[in-house]
């Protein structure tokens, strides 16, 4: 994912990567933006020529925006791969978390998806990025 964040709004753009997640932070309803089938693009170097959509997403007050790796929701509980933390797992933890500072909440899924593998880790890379929009910003 490539974006860029000029006040409310991120204008991004994705090679393959998972879809975004909006918080409303108030209700706890989380949705994916954009569409995968038409914003997803294809991952970098498959073709050369590939074009990239831009994706306008704004981000109202009282929001947070996940913008994650496969490797979180692909998360295997107990070396099972046909049970994952899956994206259900990562909506869980911020629902019980959305109350709670940014670092806690990235502390809570990293610590939680862990938990799930029954230590046994993630066998992917595992990057996450939560941008919060505060009320009356």
């Not at 753009?13 to 994916?32: D, R």
Request: glycine share 12%; charged share 25%.
């Amino acid at each position: 994912v490539y974006g860029m964040l000029d006040d409310d709004v991120l204008r991004w753009t994705s090679a393959g990567h998972c879809m975004p997640m909006l918080q409303n932070l108030e209700t706890g309803e989380i949705v994916e933006v954009g569409d995968a089938t038409r914003d997803g693009g294809l991952p970098l170097g498959i073709y050369e020529e590939a074009e990239y959509e831009t994706v306008r997403t704004e981000i109202p007050p009282g929001h947070r925006l996940v913008i994650y790796t496969d490797g979180i929701i692909e998360a295997m509980a107990d070396g099972d791969e046909h049970h994952q933390f899956g994206i259900a797992g990562v909506q869980r933890v911020l629902n019980e978390c959305r109350r709670e500072p940014l670092q806690g909440t990235l502390d809570a899924l990293f610590r939680e998806s862990l938990a799930f593998t029954a230590g046994h880790g993630r066998h992917d890379d595992t990057s996450v990025l939560i941008l919060e929009r505060r009320q009356g910003e």
